[in-house]
């Protein structure tokens, strides 16, 4: 008991020099980037330096109390590591910048050598391998706490409750296990370049979501959850197929997904083929299975006595329906009415109708209504719902209508009214930016220059030297 206390107090002791340490890491952030010569920089990096050396040694004590089987919740351990972890990536795009010098060679020559897919592959590979080690570390928990509820039953049997608690844990791990294994395939799929980092975006809400929310008593799984990747498109390095009769082959073509692909046995007259030879790696389970109770082996029948027969085929041939998706002999091309109506379906489904496109726009009821005077205004101002009314708010005003009143038609005008002032919203940073003076590079990709842009979270316009805009991230559709 003692020790655990003082386990405790020590964690509280950390957990407190973590939030005091970050806000100074925030501070001298803020302070590096509105620092108006080269010496005030200089300074605030080797602050920010520091500041970061500190955080580190901490994450080093915190990742030793995560590693232990002494503490059971390990929750604000793991948030703190994470919240370490993001300043130290904040400390390197600083740090990156720094040893780049304004006007060298490799200084001019940066915009042409960042490669902004290869960036994006980083972030999205290293967002699955932050992932898999969250599902890792909740399985290290839930196995620890079955191991003690077993130990518990054992001395006192009938124990229902317990036992049920156990089996709930089972569960839990049987499914995370699931997620991790079809996580790391994604990975490599990544390394190697056969799947689209889209596609791996469009899965990640609901992979956070089932982390987030898995242990709830009315969560509900999303099944399909991998089935939209392309996994169909299967890359050139291809794993044999096992022989027939062996009894473990699911066990063996999950080991043969994460080795080099097996070659066929020297004994075989020939070599594999896509027409005999199927990736795993890239199957959903559902798949997997479909393909281990179909016959793609060689036949092993024995031929009858008598004269002798013509030879036999060395493969059998099987017909999987097109609609499956992935087919060990290739998929079956679609005739020309299939291929206009799968078009035409896809077309329908990026156009879906809305129920709110049925209904009248309504009128705005307040929140709290109570009785005012006679004298005040009952209604809004006429024409207040017009851009020529929001053009002459102030822009602050304008700010805090987009921001605060998300999804309304005040919304829409007050972006409508920006924009007519110059104002450019960025997609990725969901901020506001306006020209400061000419950009100094412009491309076809990106513009350089110095951005005023209003922060949210401080609410305030602050300017941003040396800004790159891609344009990928301005959101520039024609607001009628």
Wanted: hydrophobic share 30%.
């Amino acid at each position: 008991y003692i020790d655990g206390r003082k386990n405790s107090g020590e964690i509280d002791r950390c957990l407190k020099k973590v939030a005091e340490g970050v806000e100074q890491f925030e501070d001298i952030w803020q302070k590096l980037h509105n620092a108006a010569n080269t010496n005030q920089k200089e300074k605030y990096e080797a602050d920010l330096k520091k500041e970061i050396k500190k955080l580190q040694r901490l994450r080093d004590q915190i990742k030793t109390w995560v590693a232990s089987n002494e503490i059971k919740d390990k929750r604000q351990l793991v948030e703190n590591r994470k919240l370490i972890e993001t300043q130290m990536e904040r400390f390197k795009i600083v740090e990156r910048e720094t040893k780049t010098k304004a006007y060298s060679k490799e200084g001019l020559g940066l915009a042409q050598k960042v490669d902004p897919a290869q960036r994006e592959k980083e972030e999205v590979g290293t967002w699955l391998t932050n992932t898999i080690d969250t599902l890792n570390m909740q399985v290290d928990q839930f196995e620890s706490e079955v191991e003690s509820l077993s130990v518990q039953t054992r001395k006192k049997k009938g124990d229902k409750e317990k036992q049920d608690r156990i089996e709930e844990l089972k569960k839990f791990i049987e499914r995370h296990r699931y997620h991790i294994r079809m996580l790391e395939t994604i990975l490599r799929m990544l390394d190697n370049d056969s799947v689209q980092v889209e596609a791996i975006r469009k899965i990640k809400d609901d992979v956070e979501y089932y982390i987030d929310s898995s242990q709830d008593p009315d969560f509900e799984e999303n099944e399909f959850l991998y089935d939209d990747l392309d996994l169909e498109d299967i890359p050139q390095s291809l794993v044999a197929t096992s022989p027939p009769g062996h009894s473990h082959l699911e066990d063996e073509i999950f080991q043969q997904s994460s080795s080099t692909p097996t070659s066929t046995t020297s004994s075989s007259p020939i070599p594999p083929s896509p027409a005999t030879c199927t990736t795993v790696r890239q199957l959903s389970p559902k798949l997997l299975k479909l393909l281990l109770c179909v016959q793609i082996f060689p036949s092993s029948t024995t031929a009858p006595s008598g004269p002798p027969s013509a030879p036999q085929p060395s493969l059998s041939e099987v017909s999987i329906p097109p609609s499956l998706g992935v087919c060990p002999l290739g998929p079956v091309p679609l005739s020309k009415d299939q291929v206009y109506q799968q078009a035409m379906q896809e077309q329908a489904w990026t156009h879906m109708p809305h129920p709110s496109d049925s209904e009248r726009i309504r009128q705005y009821l307040m929140r709290n209504p109570c009785p005012t005077l006679p004298f005040h205004h009952q209604v809004p101002p006429p024409h207040s719902d017009t851009v020529e009314f929001y053009q002459r708010l102030s822009t602050e005003t304008l700010f805090f209508i987009f921001y605060y009143l998300e999804g309304t038609k005040a919304q829409y005008l007050a972006a409508k009214a920006l924009k007519k002032q110059s104002w450019r919203f960025h997609t990725k940073y969901m901020m506001w930016f306006q020209r400061h003076e000419e950009p100094k590079t412009i491309t076809d990709e990106f513009e350089q220059g110095t951005y005023i842009y209003f922060d949210y979270e401080k609410w305030g316009q602050r300017k941003k030297e040396g800004f790159t805009f891609e344009y990928r991230y301005l959101e520039d559709r024609d607001l009628q």
